[in-house]
C-alpha cells in the first residue's frame, strides 16, 4: 500500500512560483512511477507531469514544458513539482498519483492518490 499526502498549494499572482510537495508513505513507493494531475473547475483530470522510477525519467503535458519541473527523492519518498511562471490557467487542484506502471500513471489510471492540493494563479 501506498499512501500519498500533497503539500505547497496556495494563492499566487500571475509569474509567481510555487513547490508542491507528495509526501509518500509506504515501502513500495520506491518502485513506483510518481505523477502530478491537476483538475480545472469544470474541467476533466488532466495529466501535468510523471517520473520514473528507476531511471528519473521526466514527462510532462506540453502546456507546463519549460515552466514546470518534476523531481523526486527516493530517499524521503517524496515527489516535487516545481511550478514556475505561473498562468491563470493552471489554477486547478493538483493531485499527486502514483503507479508500478508509467502508463497508468500518465493515463490518468493510477492506482495510488493524494487528495489534492489547490493551486490559484490569479491575473
Known amino acids: 500500500q501506498v499512501q500519498l499526502v500533497e503539500s505547497g498549494g496556495g494563492l499566487v499572482q500571475a509569474g509567481g512560483s510555487l513547490r508542491l510537495v507528495c509526501a509518500a508513505s509506504?515501502?513500495?513507493?520506491?518502485?513506483?512511477?510518481g505523477g502530478w494531475v491537476r483538475q480545472a473547475p469544470g474541467k476533466e483530470r488532466e495529466f501535468v507531469a510523471a517520473i520514473a522510477w528507476n531511471d528519473g525519467s521526466t514527462y510532462y503535458t506540453d502546456s507546463v514544458k519549460g515552466r514546470f519541473t518534476i523531481s523526486r527523492d527516493n530517499a524521503e519518498n517524496t515527489v516535487y513539482l516545481q511550478m514556475n511562471s505561473l498562468k491563470p490557467e493552471d489554477t486547478a487542484v493538483y493531485y499527486c498519483?502514483?503507479?508500478?506502471?508509467?502508463?497508468?500513471?500518465?493515463?490518468?489510471?493510477?492506482?495510488?492518490w493524494g487528495q489534492g492540493t489547490q493551486v490559484t494563479v490569479s491575473s
Open positions: 509506504g515501502r513500495t513507493f520506491r518502485s513506483h512511477h
Open positions: 498519483a502514483a503507479d508500478g506502471s508509467l502508463s497508468a500513471v500518465t493515463h490518468l489510471r493510477a492506482d495510488y
